[in-house]
């Protein structure tokens, strides 16, 4: 027993003198002290955080690769300032400098190393002029106004397959979308709004061939597909205008516009129409306004509204 | 109240003052100066860091001496002394308090005693039960009629409730049964310097050999008298029917109490233990108004002996139960209570100071020496879980754009990831011995339990807020607000122990 506690003692000795021996290195290095055997002295250092997306990447420090990897921390810098590379393989590398402060911690941590190649996948099966995505859906629609073909696909480019053909003469297309009932789409020019069914949709009950929607008088601003997918809501220069996608359908005159050019944003799932509209104040002036209008409620009240507003 | 019970009242609340004084204050430093608490931290980290090697490096030397120890035929050691040691007249007075344990508790403990390799005659057994036990009059005698002619004696006692000046608790009974031994001692003519009292708990298995190891540390000890005798307790009883959480706080409990072993001056006596009768007597038997009469008893003699006393280590096993119920939510506080009670031992501090006070022969030196150790160890008790596992990130937390910018930020987490893998070092080392101690795997219980032994032990960290420190506090706390517990046995298994 003797024995044991002459070992136990030199062992608790030991560690007590190991405690503060190593005591004020641990917290010297804590604190960013680097301790000098030559000179020995401490010297107060800094360090550099380095973060990338993807991590795993080479750091060269001032040119020399260091023999951490990304995510790390660089210790023991004296203050001043770095050059700092950092590599991954297959990706573009990233350089900069950073400024190292006694004491305080460098943050590079929003880094991004991009793919040199990155994964480039050709989607269209034949050529196109424009093309709409529903993430929704996860479907791409292509329109090729060459050939007047609609074209539709997955989102990774397959099942890609022509769903309905427009009209031959039409031309000047300035607009197209698809309705959220996936069965139809309407193009629009500047005088002609012309809803184009898809091909295989025998359930569908009311039409089969295009609608043709004339404005001969007012100029086409932009169009949004209620969101019953049968009224389409059309901005022209003079009004907002709900009408039914059928032949020889009529115009509801929703808001009387000041302005040719107004900016409007749908939200189907809301009902909500967003547009900005021009005002004259008492000196004249034109200013914008940006409107809501509910489509849910009845649309008449925004009407007298904005025309009280413009008496 | 007189300035003695003023002194102890003040002394009563220094543990858990200074336990929540360093929690509390290192929260709202982390908050009002993350840098100071950061390295406070990291101090801590790395005195853990070296105290964990020191006592892991410890208790493989106290491992080595347990296995050295291991079946040594000690009766044969004890026969072979001069015969002017005293052996041959030696008695061997064993009580077993009982609070209101059952049979299936207590008969394994005496079969255990009644095999030790012995001599049976030499042993007087002395079943301590409560007289407000409904079942302990019919449970003596069950017993009595078991083991009749078994030992050289076998009393049976019971301690009458609510006698005057005691509290419900351990040490009152055994100390009404020590008494009730000292008249059969008196009736037999038996010498109390040839007496040798072990009070073990109801669900203590002896070793075989135990008796023997006792009777010859007792007998070669240069002050027999002035020392108690502490076997190394292990809750192997029913340790493969445990669950993984209960197992893994008995195991470590077992190495704490190994490892303390090796720091005699340290060392306190701790559940089952042994001492001279005669010494019980002269310190007037265990405490009957605190529940950790088992440490107490340590200190009484220390005092009395104007610190010439001590406990000398004895390398031999004790087996008791490990406490565990049938869910884990109630194992968790089953283990909680029992951590708790055991964390009560925070009481010797206000007694053993005031002892201090009252005692002129023992050193200042020892005086503030052995108060500080005892004011440490329950203070570290009841911090280091709190410091380690939530305090340790704090800083980082609640530091704020300033602190996260300075280099010790960065170092924190690299330093305490450090302790984390010292830590699993050390984890390796004792899920080692751990396996070293346990009794052999029962018919019945798979193979997948060894895996899962060792498994459990990355469990430790979650384990050790939750029966590390937090019962410390809650019995500092207690002690603080003079909320004084009250002793309640723990269900162990499908026991009461």
Not at chain 1, 2 to 16: A, D, E, P
Not at chain 2, 7 to 15: D, S, T
Request: charged share 20%.
């Amino acid at each position: 027993m003797l024995n044991f506690q002459k070992i136990r003692s030199l062992l608790f000795y030991l560690s007590l003198s190991l405690f503060f021996a190593g005591l004020p290195f641990i917290l010297s290095f804590a604190l960013g002290y680097k301790f000098n055997p030559h000179t020995l002295k401490f010297t107060k250092t800094g360090l550099i955080f380095v973060k990338t997306q993807p991590d795993g990447a080479k750091v060269y420090l001032n040119g020399k690769l260091t023999a951490e990897k990304t995510p790390t921390s660089l210790h023991e810098l004296v203050p001043g300032t770095y050059k700092i590379a950092i590599e991954l393989k297959q990706h573009y590398p990233w350089k900069g400098e950073a400024y190292v402060e006694a004491g305080k911690a460098c943050r590079l941590d929003k880094i991004i190393l991009f793919p040199l190649r990155p994964n480039l996948l050709q989607l269209n099966q034949e050529k196109f002029s424009s093309f709409h995505i529903d993430f929704e859906k996860k479907f791409i629609y292509y329109l090729d106004q060459e050939t007047n073909v609609v074209y539709r696909s997955n989102l990774e480019g397959g099942n890609f397959e022509d769903i309905a053909s427009l009209p031959e003469k039409f031309t000047s297309i300035v607009g197209w979308q698809v309705a959220d009932d996936k069965n139809k789409l309407f193009i629009f020019n500047q005088h002609q709004i012309v809803v184009v069914f898809f091909d295989n949709q025998a359930d569908y009950g009311y039409a089969d061939s295009a609608v043709f929607l004339d404005y001969p008088q007012e100029k086409i601003i932009n169009v949004f597909w209620y969101a019953d997918s049968y009224h389409l809501i059309v901005f022209t220069d003079k009004y907002i205008q709900i009408i039914e996608s059928r032949t020889q359908a009529h115009p509801i005159n929703l808001v009387k516009l000041n302005k040719e050019a107004t900016v409007a944003f749908y939200d189907s799932k809301e009902n909500l129409l967003y547009f900005s509209d021009n005002q004259k104040n008492i000196n004249g002036r034109a200013y914008n306004n940006l409107y809501k209008l509910d489509l849910s409620s009845s649309p008449v009240l925004l009407e007298k509204l904005m025309k009280k507003d413009n008496e | 109240m007189n300035k003695r019970a003023f002194l102890r009242r003040v002394m009563e609340i220094v543990p858990g003052g200074l336990s929540w004084g360093i929690i509390l204050g290192l929260i709202i430093l982390s908050i009002i100066h993350p840098v100071i608490s950061a390295l406070i931290i990291i101090t801590f980290d790395f005195y853990w860091i070296i105290r964990t090697i020191y006592l892991t490096t410890l208790l493989i030397m106290a491992h080595q001496r347990l296995f050295r120890q291991k079946n040594k035929d000690w009766l044969q050691c004890c026969l072979e002394l001069p015969a002017i040691q005293g052996f041959s007249a030696l008695y061997q007075l064993v009580i077993f308090p009982v609070y209101n344990e059952g049979l299936e508790v207590l008969r394994p403990s005496l079969e255990a005693l009644s095999k030790s390799h012995y001599p049976k005659e030499k042993i007087i057994l002395v079943m301590a039960f409560e007289e407000r036990n409904l079942l302990a009059h019919e449970t003596a005698a069950i017993l009595e009629n078991e083991f009749t002619g078994k030992f050289g004696a076998h009393l049976s006692t019971f301690h009458p409730d609510g006698l005057a000046g005691e509290a419900r608790t351990k040490g009152a009974n055994a100390t009404w049964s020590a008494r009730e031994a000292k008249k059969f001692l008196d009736m037999q003519g038996i010498d109390y310097e040839k007496v040798i009292v072990s009070c073990f708990d109801a669900d203590t298995c002896v070793e075989a050999e135990y008796f023997g190891c006792l009777a010859y540390h007792f007998l070669t000890s240069a002050k027999p008298h002035q020392a108690s005798y502490q076997p190394m307790p292990v809750y192997n009883n029913n340790i493969w029917q445990a669950p993984s959480f209960a197992r893994l706080i008995e195991i470590s409990s077992s190495f704490c109490q190994l490892i303390e072993s090796m720091r005699l001056e340290k060392f306190v006596t701790f559940s089952s233990h042994s001492m001279s009768f005669k010494t019980l007597v002269e310190v007037g038997y265990w405490p009957t108004n605190m529940i950790s009469d088992d440490s107490v008893i340590y200190w009484k003699g220390y005092l009395h002996y104007n610190g010439d006393y001590r406990v000398v280590p004895l390398y031999i096993t004790v087996s008791m139960d490990v406490a565990y119920s049938n869910n884990l939510w109630k194992t968790i506080l089953v283990q909680y209570k029992q951590k708790r009670r055991w964390a009560w031992g925070v009481e010797n501090f206000p007694f053993v100071v005031d002892g201090f006070m009252q005692n002129k022969n023992i050193s200042l030196l020892n005086k503030l020496r052995r108060s500080f150790h005892l004011l440490e160890s329950h203070v570290t008790w009841a911090v280091w879980a709190f410091i380690l596992v939530v305090i340790g990130y704090l800083p980082l937390l609640f530091g704020g754009v300033f602190f996260s910018q300075t280099a010790i930020a960065y170092n924190l987490p690299k330093i305490a990831g450090l302790l984390f893998r010292f830590t699993l070092l050390t984890s390796l080392t004792w899920i080692f011995l751990s396996w070293t101690i346990l009794p052999p795997r029962p018919k019945g219980i798979s193979w997948l339990k060894h895996v899962l032994l060792v498994l459990e032990w990355f469990f430790v960290p979650f384990i050790i807020l939750i029966v590390g420190s937090i019962p410390a506090l809650d019995a500092q706390s207690r002690l603080m607000m003079a909320k004084y517990m009250e002793f309640n046995s723990t269900l162990k298994g499908n026991k009461v122990v």
